[in-house]
């Protein structure tokens, strides 16, 4: 009996999971293991192995036997099962749904959300034949043909955050599939299920064993993965510390990376603005998911005291009415946040807020939450009055703490948002052509609203912060994925008629002739 069998011998309602290597569960060795909570309850649902080095071994040989037939399958092939797997995917919403609610803890109708964009990022993989495309030129010379192509890199890692469990693994992975690399995916120790769910439907769909691996697990298995010699590329989506940390170690082991971090996304209210419209703008896209999305709005930036005073009434009391509540509660705007830890630190955060002078306009610290519940609830907070030196301005706040900073003008607002540290998301809402393309313009931040309170872009776009929010040259979703995870091979080809001219050529190459 190994330690695992140990733990669930004692334990006998939580699930044992495993990892998914070479097409088949794999139990692993589980010399290390972690749980898993349901955040709505609190209570442990499962019990997942940590990979060891030795085990992430296991999983990149078999990733790259499985390479060696994958990358050479034709393209119209691998997406035909990139076409199976959608349509698997769109039928297994519902029961996916209620997975990453009750191990995430957001609302069922927005895990449908994600896993709706999941979709749309499996719809532009299905581009692949397209996207693979090379350059071509004729006779560049001396009757020389010149074409590039682009080939798979190998064996590729991502390694995902546990606030989207389906949306990002999938946006991250399947383009690199479709370009005919295998991929071991490592997502994140609270949401494993959605990932092994994944696999199953990736089974189905025909895509051969090992070309898609799933290995559980902690900072062990991450750093054996990013280091290990035959892994060629690492996408990297969570905290901008664990970012920097894994693009450094990475980069050191010779990876391609692209490592993506965290936000601090502010939305401009310019006093031209419907006021109405902002306020409601703000308040999906700031405490929707429990504020627990890298691009969600973290702190409203009223221009002038005027505009300021409207705003913040309005968002008042539309942040009083807001409801938390369970993933599986119709009723609820949001769940929980994902731990006990997440909970205290945004806590530590209002509280700290609060020391320094910010001012409590909706108090969400002891949710009534109508049970009797170990979950880990907060309800929304808003605070006024608060100034770009304090820490709750600086830091990334992952849970339903949005706060509003007080400026004068729009350059001031520019330079504030260009300041921070973050740069992944911002937007303004604004009634004046003149003013948005100033800021458009002038903003250091990757991904641009003009009353647009969440700027993702869609799938086919390149997806990208700046800053501190993102290590490494490359995008999520769109175009740039291809460039990511293939290399470009440039090949000159002549077939000359009759026997090649023999005279020795000392000269630098000209194509003048
Ligand atoms: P996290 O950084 O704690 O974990 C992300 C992944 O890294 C997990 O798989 C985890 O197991 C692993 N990990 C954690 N610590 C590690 C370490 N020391 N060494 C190696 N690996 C380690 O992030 P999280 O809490 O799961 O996710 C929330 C964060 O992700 C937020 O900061 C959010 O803004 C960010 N995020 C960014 C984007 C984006 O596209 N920019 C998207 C989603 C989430």
Known sequence: M?????????????????????????EGKNERYGYVYNPSTGEETAVCPYATAEEVDVAVEAAEQAFKRWKSTPVA????????????LVKATEELAVMIGQENGKTITDAKGEISRAIEAVDFAMNAPHLLKGEHSSDVGGDINAFSIKQPLGVVTCIAPFNFPVMVPVAMSTMALACGNSVILKPSERVPNSALFISELWKKAGLPAGVWSVVNGDKEAVDALITHPNVMAVSFVGSTKVAEAIYEK????????????GGKNH?????????????????????????????????????????????VEKLKRRVEELKVGSYDDEEADFGPVITQQAKDQVLKSI?????????????????????????????????????????IYREEVFGPARIVVHVNSLDEAINLVNEHEYGNGVTIFTQSGPAARKFTEEIEVGMVGVNVPIPIPVGYHNFGGWKRSKFGES?????????????IKTVSERWPESKGNNDVAFDFPSNRN
């Open 2 to 26: 190994n330690k695992l069998d140990h733990v669930v011998g004692e334990e006998k309602s939580v699930d044992r999971l495993y990892h998914f290597i070479d097409g088949a569960r794999s």
């Open 77 to 88: 092939k691998r997406v035909e099962i990139l076409f199976e797997f959608k349509s698997l």
């Open 250 to 261: 990475a980069s050191r082991h010779h990876k391609r990376v692209a490592a993506f971090g």
């Open 267 to 311: 939305m401009i209210i310019m006093p031209d603005a419907d006021i109405d419209f902002a306020v409601t703008s703000f308040i999906g896209a700031a405490y929707g998911a429990a504020s627990q999305r890298c691009m969600a709005l973290s702190v409203a930036m009223p221009v002038g005291e005027k505009t300021a005073k409207v705003f």
């Open 351 to 391: 509280e700290g807020s609060l020391r320094e002078g910010a001012k409590l306009c909706v108090d969400g610290r002891d949710p009534d939450v109508g049970r009797t519940t170990n979950g880990y609830y907060l309800g929304a907070t808003l605070l006024d009055r608060v100034t770009p030196d304090m820490e």
């Open 475 to 487: 995008h999520m979703f769109g175009p740039d994925t291809v460039r990511f995870f293939t290399k």
